[in-house]
């Protein structure tokens, strides 16, 4: 079995900043993808950031120049450092992975960890 753990949500000011965290752990042979969605309340969860199997990245336009995503390959973690937040980014935060494990390739996603900007 596969496990995701999350963490670094939270409460923050506009213009704040918070991190946070992905480890994915368990019968993992290979990570093809890795990244964070988000889901506001009404609205449809949507991609923040992600590492796509070629290694490339890709960002929501709402937060380019503000969020930077990372990974650590040898941990099997993935990262979101969050600068100059918005009350818009208030949302539960969900960390994604693609990866081929004892179960074949699957994607697995975190429990989510809310994000809360207060203006």
């Known amino acids: 079995q596969v496990q995701l753990v999350e963490s670094g949500g939270g409460l923050v000011q506009a213009g704040g900043s918070l991190r946070l965290s992905c480890a994915a752990s368990g019968s993992i042979f290979s990570i093809n993808a890795m990244g964070w969605y988000r889901q506001a309340p009404g609205k449809q969860r949507e991609l923040v950031a992600g590492f796509t199997s070629g290694g490339n990245t890709n960002y929501a336009d709402s937060v380019k120049g503000r969020f930077t995503i990372s990974r650590d390959n040898a941990k099997n973690t993935v990262d979101l450092q969050m600068n100059s937040l918005k009350p818009e980014d208030t949302a539960v935060y969900y960390c994604?992975?693609?990866?081929?494990?004892?179960?074949?390739?699957?994607?697995?996603w975190g429990q989510g960890t809310q994000v809360t900007v207060s203006s």
């Open positions: 994604n992975v693609f990866l081929f494990g004892i179960a074949g390739r699957v994607d697995y």
